[in-house]
């Protein structure tokens, strides 16, 4: 999971050329084992931006180096937000599609930023109750 939220944080640095703090993990689940000695390959890409913040898509594949055996473990969508030299949000530049997968993934960005947004304001809600 270390592995994964850094992956996401330097692909959220890389689009807004600064400084990130983790906000949110989605559900991480496991599908195949990651077992001792795999080789363990990440890839992230951002999938929203909003003002300050970013979803990252982390994909982590396993590989078995003896036999080259290769299998994906598991994905997770981390939030991020950028922060300027006082550690205050910042905002990000757009993020823009070049084929239907990207726009599919920004669409579907969108809809659990609207969803996770829904849920801090329902958790604030029963706090203060």
Avoid: W
């Avoid at 949110?24 to 909003?50: C, K, W």
């Amino acid at each position: 999971m270390k592995l994964v939220d850094e992956a996401g944080a330097l692909a959220a640095m890389r689009h807004s050329q600064c400084s990130v703090v983790t906000v949110a993990i989605d559900q991480m689940m496991f599908h195949e084992p990651i077992r001792i000695g795999n080789l363990v390959t990440l890839q992230a890409s951002l999938t929203y931006v909003g003002r300050t913040s970013m979803e990252v898509r982390v994909e982590v594949r396993a590989e078995d180096p003896i036999v080259g055996e290769q299998m994906h473990t598991n994905s997770a969508y981390l939030v991020y937000v950028a922060l300027n030299e006082q550690g205050r949000p910042k905002a990000v530049p757009g993020l823009i599609p070049e084929n239907e997968l990207e726009k599919r993934r920004m669409l579907d960005g969108a809809e659990r930023q609207t969803y996770r947004l829904q849920q801090r304001k329902k958790e604030q809600k029963e706090a203060v109750a």
